[in-house]
């Protein structure tokens, strides 16, 4: 897959890796049964691979969006080049009304815009009944009780270790490797759905 070709660090957009995204999908699809036959939005989908790899593992419906025009440009060269259908929006996440069955995201961590994590969960758990979200170890206690507080349920807490490569003139690294979790988040929506 093409990678962002001018990655904006405002925007924190860091590439999921592929063994990572690929796991995260296995486990969306396959222990969890949340992909196939699913309505999923991928919320900051970047360059869209989680969004394909959705589609790819036969997702009913997938919708990718993110606020940057160039990244949404490579998405849609990679989403042709994988032969799936997926729904591109450019926009930030107020252009997502309806709701989806399942929520894939590597959203920013909230390093250079504080809380822009928090902004992205709170979308995912309006808009989803399943949230898969990717979140720096570091933040767990306050992602845990964010969640909390929202009525959440978290099923599951999955621990990585999230290459980065050197992108931007601050990092003189030539990789770092950041410790994240990625969360199944059962929505307050999915446990009304359930008569809790």
């Given at each position: 897959?093409?990678p962002?070709?001018?990655?904006?660090?405002r925007?924190?957009?860091?590439?999921?890796?592929a063994?990572?995204?690929?796991?995260i999908?296995h486990l969306?699809?396959?222990?969890?049964?949340?992909i196939?036959g699913?309505?999923?939005?991928?919320?900051?989908?970047g360059t869209g691979?989680?969004?394909i790899g959705a589609a790819?593992?036969?997702?009913?419906?997938?919708?990718g969006?993110d606020?940057?025009?160039?990244?949404?440009?490579?998405?849609?060269e990679?989403?042709?080049?994988?032969?799936?259908?997926?729904?591109?929006?450019?926009?930030d996440l107020?252009?997502?009304?309806?709701?989806?069955?399942?929520?894939v995201?590597?959203?920013p961590?909230?390093?250079?815009?504080?809380h822009?994590d928090k902004?992205?969960?709170r979308?995912?758990?309006?808009?989803?009944?399943?949230?898969?979200s990717?979140?720096?170890?570091?933040t767990?206690?306050?992602?845990?009780?964010?969640?909390?507080r929202?009525?959440?349920k978290v099923s599951?807490?999955?621990?990585?270790?999230l290459?980065?490569?050197?992108?931007?003139e601050?990092?003189r690294k030539?990789r770092?490797?950041a410790?994240?979790?990625?969360?199944?988040?059962e929505s307050?929506?999915?446990?009304?759905?359930?008569g809790?």
């Amino acid at each position: 897959m093409r990678p962002h070709p001018s990655p904006r660090i405002r925007l924190e957009q860091y590439t999921i890796p592929a063994s990572i995204a690929a796991d995260i999908l296995h486990l969306a699809a396959f222990v969890y049964q949340d992909i196939v036959g699913k309505m999923v939005a991928d919320l900051g989908t970047g360059t869209g691979r989680l969004a394909i790899g959705a589609a790819f593992l036969g997702a009913r419906g997938v919708t990718g969006i993110d606020i940057d025009p160039a990244a949404i440009a490579v998405a849609r060269e990679n989403c042709r080049v994988a032969n799936v259908d997926v729904d591109w929006v450019v926009g930030d996440l107020d252009a997502i009304h309806r709701g989806f069955d399942t929520v894939v995201m590597n959203p920013p961590f909230g390093t250079k815009r504080k809380h822009l994590d928090k902004f992205f969960l709170r979308k995912s758990i309006e808009t989803g009944r399943v949230i898969y979200s990717i979140h720096k170890s570091a933040t767990r206690e306050h992602i845990l009780s964010y969640l909390k507080r929202r009525k959440c349920k978290v099923s599951a807490i999955y621990e990585y270790d999230l290459e980065i490569p050197r992108m931007f003139e601050h990092h003189r690294k030539r990789r770092y490797i950041a410790k994240v979790d990625c969360y199944r988040i059962e929505s307050g929506t999915l446990q009304r759905d359930r008569g809790s």
